[in-house]
Protein backbone atom coordinates (compact mmCIF):
# COMPACT_ATOMS: atom_id res chain seq x y z
CA UNK A 1 0.00 0.00 0.00
CA UNK A 2 2.08 3.14 -1.06
CA UNK A 3 1.50 6.06 1.01
CA UNK A 4 1.65 9.86 -0.14
CA UNK A 5 4.64 10.40 -2.71
CA UNK A 6 5.61 13.53 -3.56
CA UNK A 7 8.44 14.46 -6.62
CA UNK A 8 10.93 16.01 -7.02
CA UNK A 9 12.56 15.90 -3.14
CA UNK A 10 15.06 18.88 -4.07
CA UNK A 11 14.33 21.83 -6.07
CA UNK A 12 16.89 24.34 -6.60
CA UNK A 13 15.36 27.82 -8.62
CA UNK A 14 16.31 31.50 -9.23
CA UNK A 15 13.89 34.65 -8.24
CA UNK A 16 10.92 34.67 -10.95
CA UNK A 17 10.79 31.35 -11.68
CA UNK A 18 7.88 28.83 -11.83
CA UNK A 19 7.59 25.41 -10.27
CA UNK A 20 5.33 22.72 -10.27
CA UNK A 21 5.31 20.12 -7.29
CA UNK A 22 3.65 16.96 -7.39
CA UNK A 23 1.78 14.50 -4.93
CA UNK A 24 0.13 11.60 -5.13
CA UNK A 25 -2.04 10.47 -2.59
CA UNK A 26 -2.48 7.67 -0.04
CA UNK A 27 -4.38 4.52 -1.88
CA UNK A 28 -7.71 5.24 -1.35
CA UNK A 29 -7.68 8.69 -0.19
CA UNK A 30 -9.84 11.52 -2.34
CA UNK A 31 -7.95 14.55 -0.99
CA UNK A 32 -4.88 16.15 -0.88
CA UNK A 33 -3.85 19.56 1.32
CA UNK A 34 -0.49 21.44 0.83
CA UNK A 35 1.16 22.96 3.30
CA UNK A 36 4.85 25.21 3.39
CA UNK A 37 6.83 24.93 6.13
CA UNK A 38 9.91 27.45 6.24
CA UNK A 39 12.90 26.57 8.70
CA UNK A 40 11.75 25.92 12.33
CA UNK A 41 8.11 27.03 11.91
CA UNK A 42 5.18 24.21 11.50
CA UNK A 43 3.62 24.04 8.63
CA UNK A 44 1.09 26.78 6.75
CA UNK A 45 -2.00 25.43 4.93
CA UNK A 46 -2.08 26.43 1.52
CA UNK A 47 -5.24 24.82 -0.01
CA UNK A 48 -7.31 22.14 -0.32
CA UNK A 49 -8.27 19.71 -3.04
CA UNK A 50 -11.07 17.39 -3.57
CA UNK A 51 -13.38 16.04 -6.73
CA UNK A 52 -10.65 18.35 -8.40
CA UNK A 53 -11.72 21.97 -7.07
CA UNK A 54 -9.93 23.94 -4.58
CA UNK A 55 -11.87 23.63 -1.54
CA UNK A 56 -10.13 25.70 1.45
CA UNK A 57 -7.49 28.07 0.85
CA UNK A 58 -5.21 29.65 3.76
CA UNK A 59 -3.61 32.96 3.60
CA UNK A 60 -1.31 32.67 0.36
CA UNK A 61 -1.07 34.51 -2.90
CA UNK A 62 -2.56 33.93 -6.44
CA UNK A 63 0.93 33.30 -6.98
CA UNK A 64 0.02 29.99 -5.49
CA UNK A 65 -2.14 27.69 -7.55
CA UNK A 66 -2.88 23.88 -7.48
CA UNK A 67 -4.90 20.82 -9.67
CA UNK A 68 -6.09 17.79 -8.70
CA UNK A 69 -6.07 15.41 -11.18
CA UNK A 70 -9.20 12.49 -12.10
CA UNK A 71 -6.86 9.94 -10.38
CA UNK A 72 -6.44 12.11 -7.20
CA UNK A 73 -2.96 13.17 -7.50
CA UNK A 74 -2.46 16.91 -7.59
CA UNK A 75 0.10 19.67 -8.38
CA UNK A 76 1.12 22.66 -7.08
CA UNK A 77 2.59 25.35 -8.48
CA UNK A 78 4.31 28.73 -8.10
CA UNK A 79 5.04 31.68 -10.26
CA UNK A 80 7.40 34.34 -9.85
CA UNK A 81 9.28 32.93 -6.93
CA UNK A 82 10.48 35.19 -4.19
CA UNK A 83 13.25 34.11 -2.18
CA UNK A 84 11.00 33.54 0.64
CA UNK A 85 9.05 30.98 -1.24
CA UNK A 86 12.00 28.43 0.03
CA UNK A 87 10.72 26.04 2.08
CA UNK A 88 9.82 22.36 2.73
CA UNK A 89 6.78 21.91 1.06
CA UNK A 90 4.65 19.17 1.96
CA UNK A 91 1.48 17.50 0.57
CA UNK A 92 -1.22 15.38 2.85
CA UNK A 93 -3.98 13.19 1.81
CA UNK A 94 -7.20 12.19 3.59
CA UNK A 95 -10.71 11.16 3.44
CA UNK A 96 -12.64 13.97 2.66
CA UNK A 97 -15.94 14.51 5.15
CA UNK A 98 -14.81 10.81 6.83
CA UNK A 99 -15.05 9.84 10.95
CA UNK A 100 -11.23 9.95 10.83
CA UNK A 101 -9.80 12.93 8.88
CA UNK A 102 -5.93 12.39 9.94
CA UNK A 103 -3.54 13.65 7.54
CA UNK A 104 -1.02 11.52 5.89
CA UNK A 105 1.41 13.15 4.95
CA UNK A 106 4.46 12.87 2.02
CA UNK A 107 8.22 13.64 2.82
CA UNK A 108 7.81 16.82 1.26
CA UNK A 109 9.72 18.85 -1.88
CA UNK A 110 12.71 20.78 -0.25
CA UNK A 111 12.77 24.05 -2.11
CA UNK A 112 15.14 26.23 -2.37
CA UNK A 113 15.17 29.89 -4.40
CA UNK A 114 18.18 31.75 -5.37
CA UNK B 1 -7.41 35.79 14.60
CA UNK B 2 -7.45 31.60 14.39
CA UNK B 3 -4.46 30.60 16.16
CA UNK B 4 -2.82 27.15 17.40
CA UNK B 5 0.15 28.29 20.03
CA UNK B 6 2.42 25.46 21.36
CA UNK B 7 4.17 25.99 24.33
CA UNK B 8 7.24 25.22 25.24
CA UNK B 9 9.23 26.16 21.65
CA UNK B 10 12.05 23.79 22.80
CA UNK B 11 12.17 21.55 25.67
CA UNK B 12 15.69 19.31 26.66
CA UNK B 13 15.47 16.38 28.62
CA UNK B 14 17.14 13.25 29.60
CA UNK B 15 16.69 10.17 29.14
CA UNK B 16 13.57 8.50 31.67
CA UNK B 17 12.41 12.11 31.87
CA UNK B 18 8.79 12.70 31.55
CA UNK B 19 7.58 15.42 29.42
CA UNK B 20 4.31 17.63 29.22
CA UNK B 21 3.79 19.11 25.22
CA UNK B 22 0.85 21.65 25.64
CA UNK B 23 -1.57 23.25 22.56
CA UNK B 24 -4.11 25.81 23.00
CA UNK B 25 -6.28 27.21 20.18
CA UNK B 26 -8.40 29.27 19.44
CA UNK B 27 -10.32 28.59 15.87
CA UNK B 28 -13.81 28.52 14.07
CA UNK B 29 -15.45 25.43 13.49
CA UNK B 30 -13.49 23.14 15.59
CA UNK B 31 -13.88 19.48 14.61
CA UNK B 32 -10.53 17.33 16.00
CA UNK B 33 -7.04 18.10 17.15
CA UNK B 34 -4.33 15.87 16.14
CA UNK B 35 -0.98 15.34 17.28
CA UNK B 36 1.89 15.01 14.68
CA UNK B 37 5.42 13.78 15.41
CA UNK B 38 8.56 15.03 13.03
CA UNK B 39 11.47 14.09 12.86
CA UNK B 40 12.93 14.57 9.31
CA UNK B 41 10.25 15.65 7.00
CA UNK B 42 7.23 13.41 6.50
CA UNK B 43 5.26 14.46 10.34
CA UNK B 44 3.91 11.49 11.51
CA UNK B 45 0.38 10.86 12.80
CA UNK B 46 0.24 10.47 17.07
CA UNK B 47 -3.30 11.19 17.99
CA UNK B 48 -6.63 12.40 17.09
CA UNK B 49 -9.06 14.37 19.89
CA UNK B 50 -12.58 14.74 18.74
CA UNK B 51 -13.90 14.62 22.49
CA UNK B 52 -13.24 16.17 25.56
CA UNK B 53 -11.60 13.91 28.45
CA UNK B 54 -11.46 11.05 26.87
CA UNK B 55 -7.14 10.14 27.15
CA UNK B 56 -5.73 8.29 24.02
CA UNK B 57 -2.93 6.22 24.77
CA UNK B 58 0.18 4.43 22.76
CA UNK B 59 2.62 3.13 24.39
CA UNK B 60 4.46 5.69 26.42
CA UNK B 61 2.59 8.60 24.76
CA UNK B 62 -0.92 9.89 26.13
CA UNK B 63 -2.89 12.52 25.08
CA UNK B 64 -5.82 14.51 26.33
CA UNK B 65 -8.22 17.26 24.62
CA UNK B 66 -10.04 19.91 27.17
CA UNK B 67 -13.01 21.66 24.32
CA UNK B 68 -13.91 24.18 27.53
CA UNK B 69 -10.74 25.81 27.90
CA UNK B 70 -9.13 25.37 24.30
CA UNK B 71 -6.09 23.27 24.77
CA UNK B 72 -4.62 19.59 24.32
CA UNK B 73 -1.45 18.00 26.34
CA UNK B 74 1.00 15.62 25.09
CA UNK B 75 2.73 13.36 27.88
CA UNK B 76 5.81 11.24 26.75
CA UNK B 77 6.30 8.87 30.22
CA UNK B 78 10.16 7.23 30.61
CA UNK B 79 11.33 9.63 27.51
CA UNK B 80 14.38 8.02 24.93
CA UNK B 81 16.39 9.42 22.80
CA UNK B 82 14.44 8.07 19.56
CA UNK B 83 11.80 10.07 21.60
CA UNK B 84 13.49 13.56 20.15
CA UNK B 85 11.80 15.01 17.08
CA UNK B 86 9.28 18.05 16.51
CA UNK B 87 6.25 17.50 17.99
CA UNK B 88 3.35 19.12 15.89
CA UNK B 89 -0.28 19.98 16.78
CA UNK B 90 -3.17 20.78 14.39
CA UNK B 91 -6.35 21.46 14.86
CA UNK B 92 -8.82 20.78 11.87
CA UNK B 93 -11.43 22.46 9.94
CA UNK B 94 -9.04 25.52 9.82
CA UNK B 95 -5.98 22.81 8.85
CA UNK B 96 -4.06 25.07 10.97
CA UNK B 97 -1.14 23.77 12.93
CA UNK B 98 1.10 25.12 15.73
CA UNK B 99 4.94 26.09 15.42
CA UNK B 100 5.76 22.63 17.33
CA UNK B 101 7.49 21.97 20.12
CA UNK B 102 11.60 20.99 19.61
CA UNK B 103 12.34 17.55 21.89
CA UNK B 104 15.64 16.76 22.67
CA UNK B 105 16.35 13.89 25.03
CA UNK B 106 19.73 13.20 25.94
CA UNK B 107 21.20 10.06 27.19
Known amino acids: DAGVTQSPTHLIKTRGQQVTLRCSPK?????VSWYQQALGQGPQFIFQ???????QRGNFPDRFSGHQFPNYSSELNVNALLLGDSALYLCASSLFGGTNEKLFFGSGTQLSVL | EDKVVQSPLSLVVHEGDTVTLNCSYEVTNFRSLLWYKQEKKAPTFLFML????IEKKSGRLSSILDKKELFSILNITATQTGDSAVYLCAVLNDMRFGAGTRLTVKP
Open chain 2, 50 to 53: TSSG
Open chain 1, 27 to 31: SGHDT
Open chain 1, 49 to 55: YYEEEER
